[in-house]
């Protein structure tokens, strides 16, 4: 059974860095593609970034490029987002889901979501 | 960025109605477009891929369709256990876009 479970819920700081992780199970970690995507309180999904456990080749949203870090551990068929320096504007909910193939990039199984809260 | 506007933003429909969620996209995408189904506090789950294949599970009242640019998702028989929120989302390239969403009340 395909699984990916994500830690749990965090609050920070602004400024604080954060990693928050993402467990998958069930599968071949290294030959499929793992997204993360954004949901901010109260609105729709953005995408942002995928990684190819593979290689490491990864592609960021342009909106999200420099802002995160998507990285894995094979050791530990995990993957990993990971923020320098939060701000309130991070406060959301963070999906993991892997991705079906390089062409056809929907994802058919999702993490449950790391809520992530970011206040002073 | 491919942007994806998506129609209506909300829906309001009674059980066993036909309903139609239309995304378009601001240039040609093939068929790469997938549909999700997100209910309160849960993970997006998905529903189409490719624009027209039924994912694994899926009941087959929902269908997809293209017409170009414009991508159409049909629940042809509308039940209680779908009312959520869909989203649609492109993949033509590794610069991906979702829908901004439409939300299926009851009527």
């Known amino acids: 059974e395909v699984q990916l479970v994500q830690s749990g819920a965090e609050v920070k700081k602004p400024g604080e860095s954060l990693r928050i992780s993402c467990k998958t199970s069930g599968y071949s970690f290294t030959s499929y593609w793992i997204g993360w995507v954004r949901q901010m309180p109260g609105k729709g999904l953005e995408w942002m970034g995928i990684i190819y456990p593979g290689d490491s080749d990864t592609r960021y949203s342009p909106s999200f490029l420099g802002q995160v870090t998507i990285s894995v551990d094979k050791s530990i068929t995990t993957a990993h987002l990971q923020w320098s320096n939060l701000k309130a504007s991070d406060t959301a909910m963070y999906y993991c889901?892997?991705?079906?193939?390089?062409?056809?990039?929907?994802?058919?199984?999702w993490g449950q979501g790391t809520l992530v809260t970011v206040s002073s | 960025d491919i942007q994806m506007t998506q129609s209506p933003s909300t829906l309001s429909a009674s059980v066993g109605d036909r309903v139609t969620i239309t995304c378009r996209a601001s240039q040609s995408i093939s068929a790469w477009l997938a549909w999700y189904q997100q209910k309160p506090g849960k993970a997006p789950k998905l529903l189409i891929y490719?624009?027209?294949n039924l994912e694994s599970g899926v009941p087959s009242r929902f269908s997809g369709s293209r017409s170009g640019t414009e991508f159409t998702l049909i629940i042809s028989s509308l039940q209680p256990d779908d009312f959520a929120t869909y989203y649609c989302q492109q993949y033509n390239t590794y610069s991906v876009t979702f829908g901004g969403g439409t939300k299926v009340e009851i009527k």
């Open positions: 889901a892997r991705v079906y193939s390089s062409s056809t990039k929907s994802l058919d199984y």
């Open positions: 490719d624009a027209s």
